[in-house]
């Protein structure tokens, strides 16, 4: 063993001399090679030579073995018996042994039991508590289920390992096949002029593109040097309730939330604007007009899309944000683009991310790009080449479909309480499906309008169900946001508890 650590030792210097100081091969790289031959031969050379002085020194003669062949012997039988001891831990260990196979079998099926992805909220019986708080899209899971292999994605072990996307292009992290689905999915749905000029920038979710959105704009309101007033970040109310909080949530000196569009009086602001509108579905356009040019636009689309309301025209604004959440249903793969038409705007949004997250998880984009590739599919294909229905493989027709189912059962369930309403229905002709359809928002903007009852959040979680207050959106109390886009098993639930308050 003494010997053979020598050996390693010389080679550790050698690799330490060849490396030229830098020392970049591991040391455990030297000890593999320690059962080898070669080390063996360079070992019995290495004990004739420490020997030698022991031969000069200790010479016997006569018939008696000299002493020195005593020690050479000893030490070489030592060393066999130590290489075969290596050599069996080596073969109980050795990648192609059996055992290792066994064990690499084990690992396999636990890192397969450990991959089981989450599922979300827990199942709901009829007594549960029914969380329609947050917009959580599974209602969307029933037709991803029925898509077999179109959406899936393998991603080999040594892909997507780089930083870069395409260095070319001002968003460097951006998927190429990912820029591609997005531009193919607006040209069939005719929802954005994402062809016209437009640069695509891929985010973590539409929040960091939002995020990043106000951080460009405010720069370019802004003198440059940061040491103005923060520009005031606006919304019609009811606003979606993030925009408050997201805005304000850092204490920028850039930027700060100001409230009510409507009730804004001022020449710099930017001004965000959601259609249809989360909480209340209504289609918006913008209400403040600068006179300057200070005031500038985020247009949010996250529910523009033909299952929630009409298609009336391909949208062209300067910033407009998209996410996977609410068209496909994937808001577990974080992925958001915006549609940028300025070039530098473009290139400040794309630097927000780089600052804030170093580019866009690559896994996630390629499944996005499968994802929005097998939306795009279901529209595209020629009928025969697809033996499922239209609502099996083509997402926005499932969509819609329930949407009315579920939109229709809702209101009979309000008249049948008699204690809540609800928005008038809207209608308008759709240019994606070619016929006037109603729009089917994703959220049910509900009143209590029984006079005892002034928090609208409260009367319902008193009766298990748990909605958003209106008052987070900046409107009345007596109003809440329901999610419409659960599970089947907990909208049923829900219309038919909604149905029994009176
Ligand atoms: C209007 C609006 N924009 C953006 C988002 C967030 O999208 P993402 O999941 O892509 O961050 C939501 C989510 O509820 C939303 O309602």
């Not at 039991?113 to 979300?120: K, N, R």
């Not at 903007?445 to 005892?452: H, I, K, N, S, Y």
């Not at 409260?458 to 209106?470: A, D, N, Q, W």
Request: aromatic share 8%; proline share 5%; charged share 20%.
């Amino acid at each position: 063993m003494a010997a053979l650590r020598a050996v390693g030792s010389t080679r550790a210097g050698e690799g330490r001399n060849s490396g030229g100081g830098g020392g970049m091969a591991p040391p455990s790289s030297l000890r593999i090679h320690a059962p080898s031959r070669e080390p063996k031969a360079r070992t019995m050379a290495g004990a004739g030579k420490v020997n030698n002085p022991r031969r000069r020194g200790g010479g016997g003669g006569g018939g008696h073995m000299p002493l020195w062949r005593v020690a050479v012997f000893a030490s070489v039988a030592l060393n066999v018996a130590t290489l075969a001891l290596l050599l069996h831990h080596y073969a109980a260990t050795s990648p192609h042994h059996h055992h290792y196979a066994a064990a690499a079998v084990d690992w396999r099926d636990r890192s397969t039991a450990s991959m089981a992805p989450s599922t979300g909220k827990p199942a709901v019986t009829p007594d549960s508590v029914i969380n329609l708080d947050h917009g959580d899209p599974t209602m969307f899971e029933a037709f991803w289920r029925e898509t077999g292999d179109a959406a899936e994605v393998v991603i080999p072990g040594w892909q997507t390992m780089s930083y870069f996307s395409d260095v070319t292009n001002v968003c460097w992290f951006l998927e190429p096949d990912l820029d591609r689905q997005v531009r193919r999915l607006h040209r069939i749905v005719g929802n954005a002029a994402a062809d016209d000029g437009y640069h695509v920038l891929v985010g973590t979710g539409s929040t960091q593109l939002f995020m990043a959105a106000l951080y460009a704009l405010s720069d370019a309101a802004g003198d440059g040097d940061g040491d103005g007033e923060p520009v005031a970040v606006v919304s019609t109310a009811p606003y979606y309730s993030s925009y408050p909080a997201v805005t304000d949530f850092l204490r920028s000196g850039l930027f700060r939330w100001a409230g009510d569009a409507d009730t804004f009086k001022g020449d710099t602001y930017i001004e965000l604007v959601c259609s249809p509108n989360n909480p209340d579905g209504t289609i918006r356009e913008s209400v403040l007009d600068s006179k300057t040019g200070n005031g500038k636009t985020i247009h949010d689309l996250a529910y523009y899309w033909p299952q929630y309301t009409p298609i009336t025209k391909r949208a062209d604004h300067d910033i407009m944000l998209f996410t996977v959440s609410k068209s496909t249903g994937h808001a577990g793969t974080r992925i958001g683009w915006a549609l940028v038409k300025d070039r530098e705007i473009a290139r400040r949004m794309t630097k927000f991310v780089e600052l804030n997250t170093i580019g866009v998880s690559k896994d996630s984009q390629l499944r996005a790009a499968k994802v929005l590739a097998a939306v795009s599919d279901g529209y595209e294909r020629r009928p025969e080449m697809t033996s499922s229905s239209p609502t099996t493989s083509r997402l926005f027709d499932f969509g819609r479909q329930k949407m009315v189912e579920r939109w229709s059962m809702l209101r009979a369930a309000v008249a049948a309480s008699g204690i809540f309403s609800l928005p008038e229905e809207t209608s308008g002709f759709c240019n994606f499906t070619k016929e006037t359809a109603a729009t089917n928002p994703a959220f049910a903007w509900l009143r209590c309008d029984r006079e005892d009852v002034d928090d609208c959040a409260s009367f319902l979680r008193s009766h298990k169900i748990l909605t958003r207050s209106g008052e987070q959106f900046g409107a009345d109390p007596r109003y809440v946001r329901v999610s419409m886009l659960d599970r089947d098993d907990a909208f049923e639930i829900f219309v038919n508890r909604l149905s029994s308050l009176k």
